[in-house]
């Protein structure tokens, strides 16, 4: 994540007028935006649209953003919103991702996986499974690297909570996968 009291000095600047400095937020955030918004969706067009209409929501909406937390968190948020609830008219969710750093440390050994014929495709479709809620704790924690805190904070709920759905993710993962109980 970049540099909050960096981010907060733009946007005090742009709070007094000096629109331009948007630029710089926009330069900043835009390609982890746009590859956020595509693990979501799985569609490359569809994750720069909303990307773009991410930033101008946030810009058209800075008066009311709130400097306790990361501006990135935010905007992050913005675009979830779009992306979900364009996900939710079309009541289509897309592949995640590839995601073969679930497989626990405890799990099998690299033989038994293979031995299990268990690929790529196959974890994806296991994270395709879960709730929209694990699915995104997984996203957001596996992928994008984000941690407790920042998840909290995007997602909008309590770090339990948090950490809960990636407990629960993990075991059902875990249980589709290994067949473990």
Do not use: C
């Amino acid at each position: 994540m970049a540099d909050t009291s960096q981010d907060r000095a733009i946007i005090a600047e742009i709070r007094e007028g000096n629109h331009e400095y948007y630029r710089q937020l926009v330069e900043r955030y835009h390609r982890g935006l746009i590859q956020h918004v595509y693990n979501l969706t799985q569609d490359g067009p569809a994750a720069e649209d909303i990307a773009q209409e991410a930033f101008l929501r946030a810009y058209q909406k800075l008066a009311q953003y709130n400097e306790a937390y990361a501006f990135s968190t935010w905007l992050y948020k913005i675009a979830d919103n779009i992306a979900f609830r364009q996900l939710k008219q079309t009541k289509h969710m897309q592949d995640i991702g590839d995601f073969e750093e679930l497989i626990p440390d405890d799990g099998p050994t690299p033989a038994e996986l293979f031995d299990k014929a268990l690929n790529a495709e196959t974890v994806r479709s296991a994270v395709n499974d879960l709730p929209l809620e694990y699915r995104q704790v997984v996203m957001l924690f596996y992928w994008e690297n984000h941690s407790y805190e920042e998840i909290a904070a995007i997602l909008e709920r309590p770090i339990g909570t948090v950490r809960t759905w990636l407990h629960r993710a993990k075991d059902q993962l875990r249980k589709e996968l290994y067949g473990q109980v």
